[in-house]
């Protein structure tokens, strides 16, 4: 009786075979179309060499909601989503105390749904809807988070408005109604973003005041837009924030005002050209409390008429024209007839810089706020006890030191 049972089905033995096709099979993998077929064409007819592709495995799906289900403590100001991998939301909700749901939008993709409102403090929402994966099997989106309920909230205002135009010097200014402890934080959720780009950095003038300008004078041109998104920012001690609050403005044309106490000029250069040539009377150097402050002032705001009153020096209510302020210590440029025959020749002034009621109204007419005013010659310096804006008579390194974070 023959042994069959030992040899293949073409009469080769067992043992041989298999190592012949583990060859044939390895070689298939790193040789030409041409190749594979020379081997196939080597075996008897109607017998070739076959392999098998194992069927892919189908994805998983992930679901990912934030804040997930059982949070505490979740910041009300987001992010809120929902987010699917290897397939795709078929609906989603998100429901407060109350039973009202949460208004939202879901990608082109259906992979994504992000709340287009922000949340109240204190309060649970509830997640639902479901998701269909790559499988084709569905799976719940479920569970509940609770926001962070704070000691107390801050509110955040800015200095810019939204369409306005200002002059080349204009800092930005971002004013809490409470001191922030965490300054890091806080400055984090504070945002500019400038076409043409300029170089800038955030500075804390005190703990509830924080300011950008840029490293040089603005271009003319620029636009920008500041983003202060501290709502649901944990900004320290148990406060957060109560509000954001966003503006998008203009940078005008460049003009700038050279005001030397020496000389007792005020010259205005407009876009790289001279304009005007005043005479001028700035505040007595015999007396500290009335010199006007050498280095850059900027232009805080103008009123056609204002009333000055200083109690120290024996007036009150004196009104005169065209004033325009250049910091928070009482120095404006504004018209005063009385003291024209000083003008171009002495300092009489108690710090403002006085020009006629006529060339007064000419510089008034032509200024915006943010305008730089550069005065010289004088026994003191602007700084930080004349208040805003004292931003420009900081060295960059200077203004750079008082970031809360590395610039």
Known sequence: ???????????????????????????????????????????????????????????????????AADAKDASPGGPITVAVTDGTLSAVTLTNPDGKQV?????????????????????????????VGAD??????????????????????????????????????????????????????????????????????????AHWRPKEYWKPGTTVRVTAGVYGVDLGGGAFGRNDVTSSFTIGRSQVVKADTQTHRMVV?????????????????????????SGTHVVMNKSATYAMTNPKYGYENVVVPWAVRISNNGEFVHGYGPSI????????????????????????DSVLV???????????????????????ALSWDAWKAMSATAN
């Open 370 to 392: 943010g305008d730089p005013v550069e005065i010289t010659g004088s026994t003191q310096q602007l700084g930080k006890a004349d208040g805003d804006y004292y931003d420009w």
């Open 136 to 209: 084709g099997k569905t799976s719940p989106i479920a569970g509940a988070f609770t926001t962070v309920k704070p000691k107390r909230t801050v509110r955040a205002s800015l200095n810019t408005g939204d369409g306005a135009t200002y002059g080349i010097a204009m800092p930005i200014v971002v004013s809490f109604d409470s001191p922030v402890k965490d300054k890091v934080a806080t400055q984090k959720a504070l945002k500019v973003a400038t076409t043409p780009e300029a170089e800038g950095a955030w500075a804390w003038l005190d703990d509830s005041t």
């Open 269 to 293: 250069v407009t876009d790289g050209q001279q304009t005007q040539d005043f005479p001028a009377s700035m505040g007595l150097e015999s007396d500290p409390g009335r010199v006007t402050k």
């Open 103 to 131: 208004k939202g939008d879901l990608s082109a993709d259906k992979t994504t749904w992000t709340a287009a409102e922000q949340l109240g403090y204190g309060k649970t929402y509830t997640w639902a809807g479901s998701a």
């Open 341 to 364: 025959p000083a003008q171009g020749k002495r300092n009489v002034s108690h710090g403002c810089i006085n020009l006629s009621p006529a060339n007064a109204k000419i510089y008034y």
């Open 1 to 67: 009786m023959a042994r069959r049972g030992l040899k293949g089905r073409w009469g080769l033995p067992v043992a041989l075979l298999g190592t012949g096709l583990v060859t044939v099979l390895a070689l298939s993998g790193c040789t030409s179309g041409a190749s594979e077929a020379s081997t196939n064409d080597s075996l008897p007819a109607g017998q070739q060499a076959t392999t098998t592709s194992a069927t892919p495995a189908v994805p998983t799906m992930k679901i990912v909601a934030t804040p």
